[in-house]
């Protein structure tokens, strides 16, 4: 799947409703992740490289999240 997908299918569902933040360990699913981004008209968005898997960067506070 492309990166971006449910970011994509949430804004289609919800717009500017939800503050979005999205993360990848690996820059070159960060660009393209930009790209899809902004060619889906979404450009209020958190972009982070993180491995969700390890700590949480300071940029990720999931007690502010309703939706992961």
Do not use: W
């Amino acid at each position: 799947a492309a990166s971006g997908g449910k970011t994509i299918m949430l804004y289609d569902t919800f717009g500017k409703q939800l503050q979005y933040t999205v993360s990848d360990l690996r820059a070159g699913i960060l660009h393209n992740l930009r790209d899809r981004l902004n060619s889906a008209g979404i450009r209020h968005y958190n972009l982070c490289r993180a491995d969700l898997e390890a700590a949480l960067p300071p940029e990720i506070k999931p007690e502010t999240m309703d939706v992961v």
